[in-house]
């Protein structure tokens, strides 16, 4: 065996808990030049915690060198976990006891056993082999809520000036990506499958990797695009079996209704579509990572990814014109290579809602892990919280120092607009003196969008300031 290697995680959503989280490390000081190896994490205290070996973004020769890790597990609100890795070579009567994944078997069923039951509510979906992209998205117990595909890449028309100036709606569908190949399950293993496809249209790719989790009821699709379209607008449509279906945004501070007129729109970092199938309310939400543009018509939802406008063109300069004779002179915006991500789930309206806060923090500041920040395994405790909150549509917008020095700041948010009853949790539990809450628990209640700021004491009491002068 080899020594263990420190992981430290840092988490700072109190919204959002049990996610995924994946790093790279080198699985010793130096490769492995025989036999085969197998990373296994633990935490702290010595509980062995399921974790999947990946192909890292490096592609070095040396016996699987460096390594890609990912899992999941509760981590603290606010806070630190600590684990540690050890590499493990599979001889003999070992290799036999290992699956397929390097797993024992028998660790593998009770985790995953585990954590069915802790977190129902999987995300079952279909990538059509013909298209390369998904055509059916489910959650357990509900009805089919998706109809068409999920994140259909459309080429639309954009002849309008850098601003869109005069312009309200791009629909005009102009060109679609093809498959280039079959899609490939690049990744299977117990804490997530990974299904990559690839699409092209003219001199432009999109390499589209769609994740799933066992134990996590999210899809995640993340998206790498060699975009090499001029004045041509990148849309991904959605569709979904929805009779009736409206559309929620988050704005700044809050969500509004946006209109089914086929005109764009702005948006924060997440959509709710609801509407009703088979008899019954049920919504799909979209959390993503800085696209804010989008349409809705007819039941079908189409976000704006890339825009390839003229650079700094204005209007009344006749840019047709002036292209007959030296096109390739201008210079045109969002060329070149983009990544970002996009988080969906579906179900009921209000669980959906109440998760859409938190899976957009996720992906704007996901779990930070480091395989280094050497400590003691003996000394240190297995977690490090600082504070959690509950429920999920309760966001943290802020947690620092007063100005004083003498006290924390927190802000809170009720984010999805309905009038809810929430708890914090500050450790370490304080003592019961006048002002204080049994255990560190702050019970607090908000009216729909009602931000509030509080200032917690050393000694454990706690007030709610106004927004600025924390007094």
């Given at each position: 065996?080899?020594?263990?290697?420190?992981?430290?995680?840092?988490?700072?959503?109190?919204?959002?808990?049990?996610?995924?989280?994946?790093?790279?490390?080198?699985?010793?000081?130096?490769?492995?030049?025989?036999?085969?190896?197998?990373?296994?994490?633990?935490?702290?205290?010595?509980?062995?915690?399921?974790?999947?070996?990946?192909?890292?973004?490096?592609?070095?020769?040396?016996?699987?060198?460096?390594r890609r890790i990912s899992f999941i597990d509760d981590l603290p609100g606010v806070g630190v976990s600590r684990y540690y890795l050890k590499a493990f070579e599979e001889r003999g009567h070992v290799r036999r006891e290992m699956n397929s994944e390097g797993r024992p078997a028998e660790l593998r069923r009770s985790a995953r056993s585990r954590d069915s039951d802790k977190y129902p509510g999987r995300v079952a979906f279909r990538v059509d082999p013909a298209t390369g992209l998904v055509t059916s998205l489910k959650t357990a117990g509900s009805p089919r809520s998706l109809a068409g595909t999920l994140f259909e890449p459309l080429v639309i028309e954009d002849t309008a000036d850098s601003w869109g100036t005069g312009r309200g709606s791009y629909r005009k569908i102009v060109g679609r990506f093809k498959s280039s190949c079959r899609p490939l399950v690049i990744e299977h293993g117990p804490v997530r499958t990974v299904t990559r496809s690839i699409l092209t249209?003219?001199?432009?790719?999109?390499?589209?990797?769609?994740?799933?989790?066992?134990?996590?009821?999210?899809?995640?699709?993340?998206?790498?695009?060699?975009?090499?379209?001029?004045?041509?607008?990148?849309?991904?449509?959605?569709?979904?079996?929805?009779?009736?279906?409206?559309?929620?945004?988050?704005?700044?501070?809050?969500?509004?209704?946006?209109?089914?007129?086929?005109?764009?729109?702005?948006?924060?970092?997440?959509?709710?579509?609801?509407?009703?199938?088979?008899?019954?309310?049920?919504?799909?939400?979209?959390?993503?990572?800085?696209?804010?543009?989008?349409?809705?018509?007819?039941?079908?939802?189409?976000?704006?990814?890339?825009?390839?406008?003229?650079?700094?063109?204005?209007?009344?300069?006749?840019?047709?014109?002036?292209?007959?004779?030296?096109?390739?002179?201008?210079?045109?915006?969002?060329?070149?290579?983009?990544?970002?991500?996009?988080?969906?789930?579906?179900?009921?309206?209000?669980?959906?809602?109440?998760?859409?806060?938190?899976?957009?923090?996720?992906?704007?500041?996901?779990?930070?892990?480091?395989?280094?920040?050497?400590?003691?395994?003996?000394?240190?405790?297995?977690?490090?919280?600082?504070?959690?909150?509950?429920?999920?549509?309760?966001?943290?917008?802020?947690?620092?120092?007063?100005?004083?020095?003498?006290?924390?700041?927190?802000?809170?948010?009720?984010?999805?607009?309905?009038?809810?009853?929430?708890?914090?949790?500050?450790?370490?539990?304080?003592?019961?003196?006048?002002?204080?809450?049994?255990?560190?628990?702050?019970?607090?209640?908000?009216?729909?969008?009602?931000?509030?700021?509080?200032?917690?004491?050393?000694?454990?009491?706690?007030?709610?300031?106004?927004?600025?002068?924390?007094?």
């Amino acid at each position: 065996n080899s020594p263990p290697l420190p992981v430290t995680v840092l988490n700072a959503n109190p919204s959002l808990r049990h996610v995924p989280v994946e790093f790279e490390c080198m699985a010793d000081h130096r490769p492995f030049w025989k036999g085969k190896w197998r990373m296994r994490l633990f935490r702290a205290d010595g509980r062995e915690v399921v974790c999947q070996e990946e192909q890292p973004e490096s592609l070095l020769p040396f016996n699987s060198w460096r390594r890609r890790i990912s899992f999941i597990d509760d981590l603290p609100g606010v806070g630190v976990s600590r684990y540690y890795l050890k590499a493990f070579e599979e001889r003999g009567h070992v290799r036999r006891e290992m699956n397929s994944e390097g797993r024992p078997a028998e660790l593998r069923r009770s985790a995953r056993s585990r954590d069915s039951d802790k977190y129902p509510g999987r995300v079952a979906f279909r990538v059509d082999p013909a298209t390369g992209l998904v055509t059916s998205l489910k959650t357990a117990g509900s009805p089919r809520s998706l109809a068409g595909t999920l994140f259909e890449p459309l080429v639309i028309e954009d002849t309008a000036d850098s601003w869109g100036t005069g312009r309200g709606s791009y629909r005009k569908i102009v060109g679609r990506f093809k498959s280039s190949c079959r899609p490939l399950v690049i990744e299977h293993g117990p804490v997530r499958t990974v299904t990559r496809s690839i699409l092209t249209y003219r001199n432009s790719r999109i390499v589209m990797d769609v994740v799933a989790y066992p134990s996590w009821p999210v899809l995640e699709f993340r998206f790498r695009i060699t975009w090499n379209e001029e004045r041509r607008r990148l849309k991904l449509g959605v569709s979904a079996t929805l009779s009736a279906p409206t559309l929620l945004a988050e704005v700044p501070g809050g969500a509004i209704r946006r209109p089914a007129d086929g005109e764009e729109h702005v948006h924060g970092r997440w959509l709710v579509v609801e509407g009703r199938s088979g008899g019954r309310p049920m919504a799909i939400g979209v959390a993503s990572s800085g696209q804010h543009g989008v349409d809705f018509k007819d039941g079908e939802l189409r976000l704006s990814i890339l825009r390839s406008s003229a650079y700094c063109h204005e209007q009344g300069f006749d840019l047709d014109a002036a292209m007959g004779t030296c096109s390739q002179a201008w210079k045109f915006a969002d060329i070149g290579v983009h990544e970002f991500r996009l988080l969906v789930t579906a179900g009921g309206p209000l669980p959906v809602m109440s998760m859409m806060p938190g899976l957009a923090d996720h992906l704007a500041a996901p779990p930070a892990a480091y395989a280094h920040l050497p400590y003691d395994i003996k000394q240190v405790q297995a977690v490090e919280s600082l504070l959690s909150l509950k429920p999920c549509s309760i966001r943290m917008l802020a947690c620092k120092r007063s100005w004083d020095g003498e006290a924390l700041i927190v802000r809170l948010q009720e984010a999805v607009g309905k009038k809810t009853k929430a708890e914090l949790k500050i450790w370490p539990p304080t003592s019961q003196e006048r002002g204080h809450v049994p255990d560190g628990h702050v019970p607090l209640s908000f009216k729909a969008f009602e931000i509030k700021t509080l200032r917690i004491e050393k000694s454990g009491s706690w007030r709610a300031v106004r927004m600025i002068e924390e007094e």
